[in-house]
């Protein structure tokens, strides 16, 4: 079995500055990886470099044996087998919840609309929001539209889903019913990275915890490692600033 | 043809100064004014915007003759196109002093200005410099609709374009490319004054929310 | 001032070419109106520009000039045609110019992160315009086509420059034999208002009844 995900010596600058100064880490199948670190580091950068939503201005980016960063790669191809929830939600306002979640299978993929309805409805229960399958997205609340986002990227059956800072445009209440959904996910084995703050999330499910400052990953490890024996002082600090801020959920 | 152009800038210079002092009227009757003067300038408004420009301007030029008034077709075009402009004028005019926060309106109040003495000296002032952006659209819109005066026949550049035609029947194409590029390169000026006046009157923070005007004129 | 009757039934003969040319350009107007927007947006350098130009050009220079350029003109460069399809050709370049600006407005105002949505997804670049850029494009641009239709409305009164009896025309040919002008134009006129008014309620009710929760206009119509 090899590499899901292989990320390697990634630079991105954005005009003057370099945002990205050589990340590099590697992900298995069914890993969850939590990304954190001060604001502007460059980690929302990093998860649009591995999808090509931005390109990066050097390194490479392999998914299982396609090379992502390869000129002639079939992108929209490789995107249809990755997953992205971004921060802002995105989904299209024109689509009810049902239709975000069964329009890229349809369209992309060639499903049939019955099929791809009956998936859909699926996978809005998956994240508790069958119900809401008629709404617009004007009519959910931020948490609501952030597990309808979800189940738009898991109805492409992904090996892999990026979480942009899921949870950080929601009210403190609304927080909980994603994390718990995200939660879910990476019990029943999803390979997931996701760039959060949400400290209680990664002691309880990631298999590692990245730790990223001025563009380089500083220090890596397991939970229990990275929160007890890091190794460098600047992780431990900024671990204990962030569990103090955003304390400890589920 | 170029002494032509100049005589429709007048017309132009002409309309927007009818339309100002209409505008700024109607559009005060309609914020102040109470019900019977609010209906009678949105009437006003929705009247002179839903009439074609050329019912309008057939109407101001034979209409005074009926009623016994010899006009110029010069002074007629402008009345026309003038109040034309005043409907729209209104509503730029309107929508800058309804974007002033009322509070300014309570403030003046509470130190014991008279409505009418608030209006003129706290309200005007700000509107006045809010409806600029708006105003200078009006202006470069309605430079187009200076050519629609051809139908009631004085010397305007359309006309002496259709003379040069009417000799030489060969030079139409040329002729009317010329009044086209006229045309923009007024345009071009215009807009170039214009946002000079705009930056000369500006205060910072004092600004219109979506001043998104509409170029009502062809 | 006398106002007779008959005119009323007079100058109706004039509607049915008012309202054919009026459709007839906004069809004109929206088809290239759109494929210009797309262009301004999406287009390579050399179709930016040239969409630009034609924009530029169209809304620069007053419709009178424009109309007389194709009926006049023309005919210097062998090409001539009827006053209809004259009329017809100048109304739809022209309001072509203005829709696509509005319609490029409502392209800009679908926000930025459904592109990249779309995109993550998997979707081609023109598979995430048709699916997610257009539908909400036509909808957000629909108070601005509206008010383009009723300006279309009062403007192709600019044909009966061009000897076209459309409302206008009719009403030019009536008081030239009786030389009642300011009656006649009067009733005109109220025709105008009264189109004006019927056509902008039914649209407003288009409007209303294909609106989705959520997916407001950004500008008001006129």
């Known amino acids: ?250 | 043809m170029l002494r032509a152009s100049l005589i429709n800038i007048q017309l132009l210079v002409a309309l927007i100064a009818v339309g100002y002092v209409l505008g700024t009227l109607i559009a005060l009757m309609q914020v102040y004014g109470g019900r019977v003067l609010g209906t009678i300038s949105r009437l006003y408004e929705w009247i002179f915007r839903s009439i074609p420009a050329l019912v309008l301007l057939f109407l101001f030029y034979y209409g005074p003759p009926r009623c016994g008034v010899r006009i110029s077709p010069f002074l007629a075009a402008t009345m026309a196109l003038g109040f034309r402009s005043s409907a729209y004028q209104s509503q730029i005019f309107r929508g800058a002093i309804q974007a002033i926060p009322t509070g300014q309106m309570l403030a003046a109040r509470s130190v014991g200005m008279s409505r009418a003495r608030a209006i003129a000296t706290i309200v005007l002032p700000q509107a006045f410099r809010l409806s600029i952006p708006g105003w200078t659209n009006e202006f470069s819109s309605v430079v187009k609709d200076t050519t629609l005066a051809y139908v009631v026949g004085f010397n305007e550049i359309m006309r002496s374009a259709r003379i040069i035609m009417d000799s030489r029947y060969d030079l139409a194409m040329l002729a009317f490319i010329a009044v086209a590029l006229v045309f923009l390169g007024l345009t071009y000026a215009g807009n170039t004054l214009m946002g000079g006046i705009e930056r000369k009157f500006r205060i910072p923070g004092l600004q219109m929310p979506g001043a998104g005007a509409r170029d009502h004129s062809r | 001032m006398v106002f007779k009757w008959e005119w009323v039934g007079q100058l109706a003969q004039g509607l049915p070419l008012t309202l054919q040319i009026t459709g007839l350009c906004i069809a004109i107007g929206i088809g290239l109106g759109v494929f210009l927007a797309l262009g301004r947006v999406y287009g390579k350098r050399p179709l930016r520009w040239l969409c630009s130009a034609y924009i530029g050009f169209f809304r620069g220079t007053p419709l009178l000039v424009q109309l007389f350029i194709v009926y006049f003109g023309l005919p210097n460069w062998g090409i001539r045609l009827s006053a209809f399809t004259s009329g017809i050709l100048a109304l739809g370049l022209n309001t072509a110019a203005y829709q696509a600006e509005y319609f490029r407005g409502a392209i800009q105002a679908v926000r930025g992160g459904q592109m990249l949505a779309a995109r993550s997804l998997g979707m081609s670049l023109f598979q995430a315009i048709r699916y997610v850029v257009l539908p909400q494009a036509f909808r957000l641009v629909l108070p601005s086509w509206s008010n383009e239709f009723i300006l279309m409305i009062k403007y192709s009164s600019i044909v009966f420059t061009v000897t076209l009896l459309d409302l206008m025309g009719q009403g030019k040919r009536i008081a030239s034999r009786n030389f009642k002008f300011f009656e006649v134009f009067i009733v005109v006129a109220l025709y105008y208002l009264a189109i004006v008014f019927v056509v902008s309620t039914i649209l407003r009710l288009i409007e209303r009844r294909i609106r989705i929760p959520g997916l407001g206009a950004p500008g008001e119509p006129h």
């Open chain 1, 1 to 250: 079995m090899g590499t899901l995900l292989r990320v390697e010596d990634i630079h991105k600058k954005y005009g003057k500055e370099e945002v990205l100064k050589g990340v590099s880490f590697e992900m298995q199948k069914g890993d969850t990886k939590v990304v954190i670190g001060p604001s502007g580091t460059g980690k929302s950068t990093l998860l649009r470099c591995i999808n090509r939503l931005t390109p990066a201005d050097q390194g490479r980016v392999w998914l299982e044996d396609q090379e992502i960063t390869h000129t002639r790669a079939n992108i929209n191809r490789i995107r249809s087998q990755i997953g992205f929830v971004f921060q802002s939600f995105n989904l299209f306002a024109h689509l009810t919840a049902l239709g975000n979640v069964r329009i890229a299978p349809m369209k992309v993929k060639g499903m049939k609309k019955a099929e791809a309805t009956a998936l859909g409805m699926e996978e809005l229960e998956r994240v508790g929001l069958a119900d809401k399958a008629d709404a617009y997205p004007a009519e959910l609340s931020g948490g609501q539209k952030q597990r309808v986002s979800i189940a738009r990227a898991l109805a492409m059956f992904p090996k892999l889903i990026l979480f942009d800072e899921p949870t950080s445009a929601l009210d403190p209440e609304l927080i909980g019913e994603v994390l718990e959904v995200m939660v879910k996910l990476a019990k029943d084995g999803m390979t997931m990275l996701v760039v959060t703050h949400e400290m209680g999330f990664a002691r309880a499910v990631a298999d590692e915890i990245i730790f990223m400052e001025h563009g380089v990953v500083v220090e890596h490890g397991s939970p229990s490692q990275m929160f007890t024996n890091s190794k460098h002082a600047r992780t431990g600090e900024f671990l204990n600033k962030i569990s103090e801020l955003y304390g400890e959920t589920d």
